[in-house]
């Protein structure tokens, strides 16, 4: 289960299912959006409100998130939710006879812990974390199991008592095809990419977050030649902006595409939000990121822990984005130093651990 079909956690369970599937094909697997199956209205209104909000005004995501005192108060209505929910949790897991509930975000999570709670405690619950720190709306004692991506995680889950042995550290999920090794000319001319000038790749999600537009009018304004991959996603305002634009530089625009792990083979660096999918992939694709202004909570925290492995720097505002990617194109040892402490950190197989957990429980 999921929530939201173009989001990281979504991104997550399509790459467990697809593992399952290829360690073994009989299993019924079921990919959905727990909060919108439950909740449909629901579900769109609260949507609504958290991109406004993380667009708007950030700060306010700041102050609600992994609050206690907030937490606290969230709790009584959670499990209120939870409680009205209950009945369709039930209908969903009895009727596919399911043996095994895989969560990559904490509201289904906690859905299908009071499932187990009060209706039934045969189905195994496995809580897929897909930030490198996770918060306190993940703990729930039903969890057999937590898959978790970083000891950061593992530590955080330890100190919130649950049991070592519930914990597996095998990386954020992500699909096995970044896992393979393609050859980047090749990979470049079949995307009709030259590798005459440095490949910059900006993405900004799925939906296409961040100030892309402001930092490319900056680049313009710079000494830097280079060649640019922007990822728009679903934004279609910045598809189109990008796309009628004339920029110094070769640009080439993309909206939603599914080969993002080719893009990344020809890339140089990364400059991103630092979703916890996004930033496994170019982990397992050795690509060095900067990260360009975080927004708080999950992504600040993702970002933490990025720069205290040495794999990506952090720019805090336009101007500051475009002076760390002149001293990284110019820094050719950073960069290699970068990458070498990415294959430390780079946990490629764990869509197939997972696949390989839930198929032995």
Not at 15 to 24: G, M, T
Not at 312 to 317: G, I, N, R, T
Request: charged share 25%.
């Amino acid at each position: 289960m999921y929530i939201t079909n173009v989001s990281g956690h979504h991104s997550a369970t399509l790459a467990i299912e697809r593992a399952i599937k290829a360690c073994n094909p009989h299993p019924n697997v079921l990919n959905i959006d727990g909060f919108g199956y439950a909740n449909p209205i629901m579900e769109k209104v609260i949507h609504a409100i958290y991109m406004g909000v993380i667009n708007k005004i950030p700060s306010i995501w700041d102050f609600l998130y992994d609050n206690p005192k907030v937490a606290k108060n969230l709790s009584n209505i959670g499990r209120s939710v939870f409680r009205k929910n209950r009945g369709k949790i039930k209908k969903l897991i009895e009727s596919g006879n399911c043996k095994v509930a895989i969560c990559s975000q904490a509201f289904p999570c906690g859905m299908v812990a009071d499932y187990k709670r009060y209706c039934s405690n045969d189905v195994k619950l496995i809580a897929v974390v897909t930030d490198y720190v996770p918060h306190s709306y993940w703990i729930y004692d039903e969890v057999d199991f937590y898959i978790v991506g970083s000891e950061e995680s593992k530590k955080f889950l330890l100190n919130k008592g649950v049991k070592e042995e519930k914990i597996k550290l095998f990386g954020i999920p992500i699909d096995a095809k970044f896992s393979k090794r393609l050859n980047k000319e090749e990979t470049a001319k079949e995307l009709n990419i030259t590798l005459d000038e440095p490949v910059i790749l900006i993405m900004g999600g799925g939906r296409g977050i961040g100030p892309i537009g402001k930092f490319m009018r900056a680049l313009d304004k710079s000494e830097i030649n280079s060649q640019l991959l922007i990822i728009a996603g679903i934004n279609n305002k910045l598809y189109s902006y990008l796309k009628n634009t004339k920029f110094r530089n070769k640009t080439y625009v993309y909206d939603y595409v599914d080969y993002v792990d080719k893009l990344m083979t020809v890339a140089d660096i990364l400059i991103t939000k630092p979703g916890g999918v996004t930033t496994a992939e170019a982990l397992t694709k050795n690509l060095p990121m900067l990260i360009l202004q975080p927004l708080p909570g999950q992504e600040q925290n993702n970002t933490n822990f990025l720069l205290s492995q040495g794999v990506a720097l952090k720019a805090d505002d336009i101007d500051d984005s475009i002076a760390k990617l002149i001293f990284l194109l110019k820094d050719k040892e950073r960069l290699n130093a970068i990458r070498e402490k990415i294959a430390i950190v780079s946990k490629p197989l764990s869509s197939v651990k997972i696949a390989e957990l839930a198929l032995s429980l």
